[in-house]
Every structure is written in structure tokens, then in C-alpha cells.
């Protein structure tokens, strides 16, 4: 029997629901709130589907409200419902466009649509669920070579243009930790260090932004005079991963007091046994995983 069919008659839905048969019948009658199927005898027959809209009726009865009430608060859910799935494909379908764009070279249309993003949506939500999830799929379809090389830069072109005119506009608070952002050693791919350091700019964060790997030493130079309290690392691609690794052991072993956060793809890739010994440093994988990375090192620098 299928979920939409019509299985259980009035009296067993009374039983179950703890209401009498002619108050479940003045509910329909009134409130339309279901419409259950019926017999060839004409009996009433209720899914699956109806019984979890009364039971929800019935709490909310119990809990206190008018059956009108509870009917207006489950319209009101619905509703919700209705428009987060809206907005869910509308997010989807810019997303798509955008992609499909850049892969056409067509920098009118990118930049266009990147406009319609941040006129629909705020800042953290353009740059986490569009431009963000974006570089993943073009970093995956350039490592399985589905896209050119020159596909991939005429994409980061363009999203690191505008994900930088966006960051230099950020007041920064000197009054909060410094923070040193750079690629791990031998990475070049960029865009989604300049995410979270855009991210971390929004927040107020003073931010030396480094961007691509710098030559091997050049970090402690940095380290040594700007004096930040975090050093923020991206890396791409799996075959960096181990040389990140490498650097973060040397860094906190002649920086004591100095929070190293390493993320990008190729570390949400990690394996279990990979992550092992860098747990502290892993800073996840959306803006939750950065606020609570961030704050977790902030409480342990103070105590």
C-alpha cells in the first residue's frame, strides 16, 4: 500500500488521537485542514500523511491553543516550508548559472549573476553557499580533468576580483587579534583562502593577507614581524597536504603561543589517521566550523 492511500477508518484514528469521531469530523468541516479519501462504502479513509497533521493539531491543542489557532500555525509552517524550498532552488539555479557561465568565459554574465546573488542574499550567504561551493566544484572538475586549466584560472580571475573589492571594504578592529593568511607551501589556489579571510575581515579581524605560497622561510619573516596570535593555511591539493603538515609541526614548535588553522579541500578530505595529532588545527568546513575554531582558540589563549 502506498503512504498517499487511505488506510486507517474514523474509528481508529479517534483511538489513536484520543478524540472523539464527530470533533475530528466539525475539524474537517470547518477547517479544511485535511481532505481524507473515501470507500466505495463512503467511509472516511486517512494516510499517514493525515495523521501526522492532526497529531500535530492535537499537541498543540493539548499545549493550550484553539483548534483555529493550531490551524493557523500549521498554515504558517507550511508556508515556511514552502518558501525555504523555494529559496533552496533559487539558490540552486543561480549557483548553476554562475558555474555554467564561467565555463563559457563569459565575464558579462559572471559578473551579472554575482550581482543578483548579493542583491537576493547577505554576504556570508553568497560567499559560503555560492561562491564557496563553487570553487569546490571547479577545483573537483579540474582535478578529475574535466576542465582546462584555463578554465580554472578565468574562473579565479573573476571570483577573486570581486571577493577582494569586497575585503579591502571591511573596517578591521585593531583591538582584536592579528591574523596572518597565506597558502600552504607549493599551493596556488587561492579562492578559498580568500573566503575565510574575507569571512574573518567581516568579523573585524586585522588581516595580512599573503595569498599563494611564498617562498620557504619567508613565513617565519612575516611571523616574526607582524606578531599575530593566528596563522590561517589553505590547501587544495591533496599533494601539499603533507608539506602543510610538515610546516605547522616546525611553526608550533617556535611559536608557543601562536593558533595555526589549516583548511581547503585537500584537508576536508583528510582521513581519520591523517587527522590525527592536528585536530586543534583543523577549521571545518563552514562559517559554524570557523566561529567555534576561532573561539575555542581565543578561550584558550586567555586561560
Same mark, same amino acid.
Given at each position: 500500500?502506498?503512504? *498517499?492511500?487511505?488506510?486507517?477508518?474514523?474509528?481508529?484514528?479517534?483511538?489513536?488521537?484520543?478524540? #472523539?469521531?464527530? !470533533?475530528?469530523?466539525?475539524?474537517?468541516?470547518?477547517? #479544511?485542514?485535511?481532505?481524507?479519501?473515501? @470507500?466505495?462504502?463512503?467511509?472516511?479513509?486517512? !494516510? +499517514?500523511?493525515?495523521?501526522?497533521?492532526?497529531?500535530?493539531?492535537? =499537541?498543540?491543542?493539548?499545549?493550550?491553543?484553539?483548534?483555529?489557532?493550531?490551524?493557523?500555525?500549521?498554515?504558517?509552517?507550511?508556508? #515556511?516550508?514552502?518558501?525555504?524550498?523555494? @529559496?533552496?532552488?533559487?539558490?540552486?539555479?543561480?549557483?548553476?548559472?554562475?558555474?555554467?557561465?564561467?565555463?563559457?568565459?563569459?565575464? =558579462?554574465?559572471?559578473? *551579472?549573476?554575482?550581482?543578483?546573488?548579493?542583491?537576493?542574499?547577505?554576504?556570508?550567504?553568497?560567499?559560503?553557499?555560492?561562491?564557496?561551493?563553487?570553487?569546490?566544484?571547479?577545483?573537483?572538475?579540474?582535478?578529475?580533468?574535466?576542465?582546462? !586549466?584555463?578554465?580554472?584560472?578565468?574562473?579565479?580571475?573573476?571570483?577573486?576580483?570581486?571577493?577582494?573589492?569586497?575585503?579591502?571594504?571591511?573596517? #578591521?578592529?585593531?583591538?582584536?587579534?592579528?591574523?596572518?593568511?597565506?597558502?600552504?607551501?607549493?599551493? &596556488?589556489?587561492?579562492?578559498?583562502?580568500?573566503?575565510?579571510?574575507?569571512?574573518?575581515?567581516?568579523?573585524?579581524?586585522?588581516?595580512?593577507?599573503?595569498? =599563494?605560497?611564498?617562498?620557504?622561510?619567508?613565513?617565519?619573516?612575516?611571523? *616574526? !614581524?607582524?606578531?599575530?596570535?593566528?596563522?590561517?593555511?589553505?590547501?587544495?591539493?591533496?599533494?601539499?597536504?603533507?608539506?602543510?603538515? +610538515?610546516?605547522?609541526?616546525?611553526?608550533?614548535?617556535?611559536?608557543?603561543?601562536?593558533?595555526?588553522?589549516?583548511?581547503?579541500?585537500?584537508?576536508?578530505?583528510?582521513?581519520?589517521?591523517?587527522?590525527?595529532?592536528?585536530?586543534?588545527?583543523?577549521?571545518?568546513?563552514?562559517?559554524?566550523? &570557523?566561529? *567555534? &575554531?576561532?573561539?575555542?582558540?581565543?578561550?584558550?589563549?586567555?586561560?
Amino acid at each position: 500500500m502506498k503512504a *498517499d492511500e487511505g488506510k486507517y477508518n474514523i474509528k481508529a484514528v479517534s483511538n489513536m488521537l484520543g478524540i #472523539q469521531p464527530g !470533533t475530528l469530523r466539525a475539524w474537517e468541516r470547518r477547517y #479544511q485542514m485535511i481532505a481524507p479519501v473515501r @470507500n466505495d462504502s463512503g467511509h472516511r479513509l486517512y !494516510t +499517514d500523511e493525515h495523521i501526522r497533521k492532526l497529531k500535530w493539531l492535537v =499537541s498543540k491543542v493539548n499545549a493550550g491553543f484553539t483548534i483555529s489557532q493550531a490551524v493557523a500555525l500549521s498554515e504558517q509552517e507550511q508556508d #515556511q516550508i514552502i518558501a525555504g524550498d523555494q @529559496n533552496e532552488n533559487q539558490l540552486t539555479v543561480l549557483r548553476e548559472d554562475l558555474l555554467n557561465a564561467l565555463m563559457k568565459f563569459d565575464e =558579462s554574465k559572471a559578473h *551579472d549573476l554575482i550581482n543578483e546573488a548579493f542583491s537576493l542574499y547577505t554576504v556570508d550567504k553568497v560567499l559560503v553557499d555560492i561562491l564557496g561551493s563553487i570553487l569546490i566544484k571547479i577545483g573537483l572538475l579540474w582535478e578529475e580533468g574535466r576542465i582546462t !586549466t584555463a578554465h580554472e584560472h578565468f574562473a579565479t580571475s573573476i571570483l577573486r576580483s570581486r571577493i577582494g573589492i569586497l575585503m579591502h571594504s571591511f573596517p #578591521q578592529n585593531n583591538f582584536l587579534p592579528k591574523v596572518v593568511a597565506v597558502c600552504s607551501p607549493g599551493e &596556488w589556489h587561492e579562492l578559498g583562502l580568500l573566503i575565510f579571510t574575507l569571512y574573518i575581515r567581516r568579523k573585524g579581524f586585522n588581516v595580512i593577507y599573503l595569498g =599563494s605560497s611564498i617562498k620557504e622561510g619567508d613565513i617565519q619573516t612575516v611571523l *616574526d !614581524t607582524v606578531e599575530p596570535k593566528f596563522l590561517f593555511m589553505s590547501c587544495t591539493l591533496k599533494a601539499n597536504l603533507s608539506r602543510a603538515t +610538515d610546516l605547522i609541526k616546525d611553526l608550533e614548535a617556535e611559536y608557543k603561543d601562536l593558533a595555526i588553522g589549516l583548511g581547503g579541500h585537500a584537508v576536508n578530505m583528510m582521513s581519520e589517521e591523517e587527522k590525527k595529532g592536528f585536530e586543534k588545527n583543523l577549521v571545518g568546513l563552514n562559517k559554524e566550523d &570557523w566561529e *567555534d &575554531w576561532i573561539s575555542k582558540s581565543l578561550n584558550m589563549s586567555a586561560n
